[in-house]
Nanobody
Framework: QVQLVESGGGLVQPGGSLRLSCAAS????????IGWFRQAPGKEREGVSC????????YYADSVKGRFTITRDNAKNTVYLQMSSLKPEDTAVYYC???????????????????WGQGTQVTVSS
């Protein structure tokens, strides 16, 4: 069964840090782009970051550049999102996703991803 499972969300104070994990099972990440997305209440899902597993290329939304870092561990078949200097506006459900059909690049993942995790809640509040 092909799936992605997120973990690591929680409640953190402004300025704090969290590390999210996205573990893949049923397939290997080696040939895919893996994206992190988030959706806050009443807002559309937005792209946060993306990594191309094969060459390590990374992309970030302007709102998280310099604060978030995406990495991968090929041996664990897992992608991580290290989030630092968190702000209340980072509060959202965070999802990871990939496209196992067309192997879409990062820029097309939001529309073409066919495998999504269940999401993990991140709440930034004092």
């Amino acid at each position: 069964q092909v799936q992605l499972v997120e973990s690591g969300g929680g409640l953190v104070q402004p300025g704090g840090s969290l590390r999210l994990s996205c573990a893949a099972s049923g397939f290997t990440l080696d040939y895919y782009a893996i994206g992190w997305f988030r959706q806050a209440p009443g807002k559309e899902r937005e792209g946060v970051s993306c990594i191309v597993i094969s060459d390590g290329s990374t992309y970030y939304a302007d709102s998280v550049k310099g604060r978030f870092t995406i990495t991968r561990d090929n041996a664990k078949n897992t992608v991580y999102l290290q989030m630092s200097s968190l702000k209340p506006e980072d509060t959202a459900v965070y999802y990871c996703a990939t496209d196992t059909v067309f192997r879409a690049p990062c820029r097309n993942l939001r529309l073409l991803a066919d495998v999504w995790g269940q999401g993990t809640q991140v709440t930034v509040s004092s």
